[in-house]
């Protein structure tokens, strides 16, 4: 199969298949040029007769005409993985010296330089011909709220008739077609790929999820960003990062003059002390607050946009209205909380900033639904059940202050109960496990402790974690606290629990469809896991209905 055929494969079938079909062709002088890499093995080829047509660091992925870029990797180096790279078609390899020696006699040029990594982003671009400068690029940054944002953000780009296409942690949308996503932010190769795909096809806008390890690692290293956004910054990646200080230096490189990925405007969120520095330390960004006495630091800029008046939620929506430069605008949201009052201010001031009024924007966020985040799962049942993302300990309190909200709310005089159903990621920051846990317990009424994705950790070692962090709260103020590893049992026990006006939260996984154990990833979705316990409890059969972001029908999912 051709370049050409394969990338007339659906989008949505592969990852694999963001390619453009037309991509340019460089000739490999050229790539010693870009790099300043030292060809070896190279006996007998004419650098300027050898054609590269992309670049590919999975050597499963490589198609005929690419660069192979053998990295060293945290457990083997990419060049390892050459040999296979060549039978698939690679006419040439990017490595470093480690990498080089490694690799006998491929019968193509091996490319050498120190440290390939930190010219990986801006290869991939130029390979791909800087497809990023025809595009209006929208970096969501932050510890909470990125995948929100990002999806209100694109359907108030919609809104304006622009083409849109969406990376992010959830999925990669680009008109049509959809593919899940495997990390937040792709590595640059991938990255620059779907760019040169995406103005192929005509998109002229896209937003994306900016994660800390994509700017650490240099992921969105030759993406040029029109607008970066800062929604908020906790405690996350520690096992990543060396502190909160690194994990802040990370995200900052998105807003940094002086960093070669900077946003031509910036826009923060200064609800929290984390903004308000961020915002201190810049010329002129567009600043959002949704408090009447935002987080402040000394040279803070006051709010550009902030909430006019109180906010009214009832029945899961929340109204609102943002009063920025060219005057108030409604806002009414589907997404419940307080926290997603800051991602919807937030997502009209980027619009604005992307050069969409907000008073055109802001009706496309009422139709917005986020996969997993705060989704109901609606069987009829007379208590609510819901699933949430929250995997942090912020997050975690924040959900859970939301539904207690809703609680009083719903019945003043005598609130309903909370139970929380949550574990926490193995091979992660393990510091955050016992937060998780207190914030779990300080906020329910019964705090079921279970498993996440373990992945190669020993269960039980991260659950008594999360136990240990939840008995710390003092017994007056703490939920009623069980542990039970296996997590369909532990959202079993919870809708068993609940009574008429109560609410099951179901915390951490949120529109993951997977639970990774020792290594290994088996099917599971919470959202299906739970609306298998409420049916079993009920006794019915029911079709639970849920929405795309743009509010057609997105997915019917039948329990029986």
Request: proline share 7%; with cysteine.
């Amino acid at each position: 199969m051709s370049r050409s055929e394969r990338s007339k494969v659906p989008a949505q079938s592969s990852p694999h298949a963001l390619r453009p079909a037309g991509p340019p062709s460089t000739p490999l002088t050229t790539v010693l040029e870009l790099t300043g890499a030292q060809p070896v093995q190279a006996s007998g080829f004419d650098p300027a007769r050898v054609a590269v047509t992309g670049i590919e660091q999975r050597s499963h992925a490589v198609l005929p005409g690419d660069l192979f870029a053998g990295l060293p990797g945290a457990k083997a180096h990419g060049a390892r993985f050459a040999a296979d790279a060549v039978a698939r078609g690679a006419v040439a390899v990017f490595t470093d010296a480690q990498g080089a020696e490694s690799i006998g006699d491929l019968g193509v040029p091996v490319l050498v330089r120190e440290r390939p990594r930190e010219v990986l982003g801006e290869l991939s671009a130029a390979l791909y011909g800087n497809p990023s400068r025809a595009l209006r690029v929208i970096g969501i940054t932050g510890t909470s709220g990125k995948t929100t944002t990002s999806y209100l953000v694109e359907a108030g780009l919609a809104a304006a008739g622009l083409s849109t296409a969406l990376i992010g942690t959830i999925e990669t949308r680009i008109g049509g077609s959809r593919v899940p996503s495997a990390l937040t932010t792709p590595e640059a190769p991938q990255l620059h790929a779907m760019f040169a795909l995406m103005v192929e096809q005509g998109v002229r806008a896209v937003v994306m999820e900016v994660s800390s390890h994509a700017l650490a690692l240099g992921r969105v290293d030759g993406v040029r960003f029109a607008v970066g956004a800062f929604t908020n910054l906790s405690q996350d990646h520690l096992d990543f990062h060396r502190d909160l200080d690194d994990y802040f230096g990370a995200k900052r490189r998105l807003f940094d003059p002086s960093s070669p990925v900077a946003a031509r405007t910036a826009v923060v969120c200064v609800d929290d002390e984390w903004g308000a520095r961020l915002a201190a330390d810049l010329a002129g960004p567009v600043t959002v607050s949704t408090t009447a006495a935002p987080a402040t630091s000394p040279t803070a800029p006051p709010a550009t946009w902030k909430v006019a008046g109180a906010v009214d939620a009832h029945g899961g929506e929340q109204r609102f209205t943002a009063d920025g430069p060219d005057g108030e605008v409604p806002v009414r949201l589907r997404l419940p909380g307080r926290y997603n009052v800051a991602n919807g201010l937030l997502a009209v001031a980027v619009c604005a900033a992307a050069g969409v009024e907000a008073a055109v924007a802001a009706p496309a966020l009422a139709e917005v639904d986020v996969p997993g985040r705060m989704q109901r799962i609606d069987l009829g049942q007379d208590f609510l059940a819901v699933v949430d993302y929250a995997h942090k300990p912020a997050a975690v309190e924040s959900v859970v202050a939301t539904l207690r909200a809703h609680l009083r709310a719903e019945n003043p005089a005598a609130p309903g109960r909370l139970a929380v159903v949550v574990g926490a990621g193995g091979d992660r920051d393990a510091g955050k496990r016992p937060l998780m846990g207190a914030a779990g317990a300080r906020g329910a009424d019964l705090l079921i402790i279970t498993d996440d994705n373990p992945r190669t950790e020993d269960p039980a070692v991260i659950r008594a974690a999360l136990r240990a962090g939840a008995l710390e709260v003092p017994e007056a103020e703490r939920a009623e606290v069980r542990e039970i590893g296996d997590r369909a049992a532990a959202v079993a026990a919870a809708v068993e629990w609940a009574r008429p006006g109560d609410v099951v939260l179901v915390a951490g996984k949120g529109h993951e469809t997977g639970q990774e154990i020792d290594g290994v990833k088996q099917p599971f979705d919470d959202r299906e896991v739970l609306a298998a316990a409420v049916r079993r409890v009920a006794g019915t059969a029911h079709t639970i209905h849920s929405r795309s972001p743009h509010g057609t029908d997105a997915e019917d999912l039948t329990i029986s």
